[in-house]
């Protein structure tokens, strides 16, 4: 079975510049998540999807920051314009169950430096 | 508001021994708790979910308890081996539509 796919593993930009992260979960997998980890933190929940339809957005930075999952399978997060402080890896992950009692299943994250 | 609070120090296990990692949480009840192991600059690796009703829940080496007066959770290795080197992070739900919020994560080195 393929894991969560994600794309690019890193990117640098300069301030104020755009930059979009792709990720293909999990065939079959409902619940979709994008998570933001900063260099020693856990994982920061950004936007939940349950299908192609939004759950949770409620940490999203909505004036810079937009997801969309069409089609209830892959999924694109923008960041526009970047700022210093979203230099991160930008993990996506999926989950089988609808509800928030299954595992998630991570892809390699995107890591992002931001000049 | 919610708070997690794992081990922030690193955590020096020598090789054989039993490592055991603490999750604490304040301000809610969660009825779900999880461990993944993460490793560097790699996406975390679900490892146990146990549920608020479980007081114990066992696979292979790993052992992990929730204690729901206390509010924590332990997260137990035994017979640890070097590769179990690794950041492990707890992430604690309220219930099952409940966003999955992790912890800072507890780096543990396992000495040869």
């Known amino acids: 079975e393929a894991g969560v796919a994600q794309s690019p593993r890193y990117k640098i930009i300069e301030k104020r510049q755009s930059v979009a992260f792709w990720c293909n979960p999990i065939?079959?997998?409902?619940?979709l998540y994008w998570y933001q980890q900063i260099l020693g933190q856990g994982p920061k929940l950004l936007i939940q999807?349950?299908?192609?339809?939004?759950?949770?957005d409620s940490q999203l930075p909505k004036d810079r920051f937009s997801a969309e999952r069409l089609k209830g399978v892959d999924s694109t997060l923008k960041i526009q314009p970047a700022k210093l402080e979203d230099s991160a890896v930008y993990l996506c992950?999926?989950?089988?169950?609808?509800?928030?009692?299954?595992?998630?299943?991570f892809g390699e994250g995107s890591r992002l430096t931001v000049l | 508001s919610q708070k997690i609070e794992q081990n922030s120090e690193a955590l020096n296990i020598q090789e054989g021994k039993t490592a055991t990692l603490t999750c604490n949480y304040t301000n809610y009840s969660p009825a779900y708790l999880q461990w993944y192991r993460q490793d560097p600059g790699r996406g975390p690796v679900f490892l146990l979910l146990i549920r608020e009703n479980e007081k114990e829940k066992r696979k292979e080496r790993l052992k992990v308890t929730f204690d729901t007066t206390l509010k924590q959770s332990l997260f137990h290795i035994t017979a640890s081996q070097p590769a179990d080197s690794a950041t492990y992070l707890c992430?604690?739900?309220?219930?099952?539509?409940?966003?999955?919020?992790f912890g800072k994560g507890t780096r543990l080195h396992i000495l040869p």
């Open positions: 999807f349950q299908n192609n339809g939004v759950v949770d």
């Open positions: 065939s079959g997998h409902a619940t």
């Open positions: 992430a604690p739900s309220m219930n099952r539509d409940d966003k999955i919020i």
């Open positions: 992950a999926s989950s089988k169950q609808l509800t928030n009692t299954g595992e998630l299943f």
